[in-house]
């Protein structure tokens, strides 16, 4: 299966997300492909698909914006960014994301949907009401 980050494209480049205002070690640690904290076995490819994903996820839904985004776009391994929740055995897998009532705005568009799948195709849940997100959201 290839995770390859060109579905990045449509939308977000990785210039843009590179050039982003950020947590300068977070731009570092995508270019060195690193993460940091938390411990177990996912692999560097997942690891960066992962902080791209929640970055283009981010950047959709306006995510200066939201009420908490504590952690978000940090150099902090993503399973500790506010509303991500990872398996509990490994704390590494991405298996849901909760984000309620956080002030999040924008549309599902079939490039959102890609990114999620590619960060985790058995995602467990999505929990994100309360927001003001349009559109319909199908997942594969």
């Known amino acids: 299966h290839n995770v390859g980050m060109l579905w990045l494209a449509t939308k977000v480049t990785r210039a843009e997300i590179l050039s982003l205002e950020i947590d300068t070690n ?3 640690d995508l ?5 940091k904290g938390g411990s177990g076995g996912e692999d560097q490819q997942q690891s960066l698909t992962n902080r791209y994903g929640l970055a283009y996820f981010y950047l959709a839904f306006f995510g200066r914006y939201w009420k908490d985004d ?3 776009l940090s150099s902090l391994h993503v399973c500790k960014w506010h509303g991500i929740v990872c398996d509990d055995q ?11 009532n956080n002030y999040l705005q924008g549309d599902w568009g079939t490039d959102v949907v890609e990114v999620l799948e590619k960060m ?4 467990k849940y999505l929990d994100l009401q309360n927001n003001d997100i349009h559109g319909e959201l199908t997942l594969g």
Do not use: A, C, V, Y
Not at 120 to 123: A, D, S, Y
């Open 90 to 100: 490994e704390k590494r897998k991405i298996i849901g994301i909760s984000l309620p």
């Open 120 to 123: 985790n195709p058995e995602m």
């Open 26 to 28: 977070f731009t570092h």
């Open 70 to 72: 504590t952690n978000w």
């Open 31 to 35: 270019s060195q492909h690193q993460d």
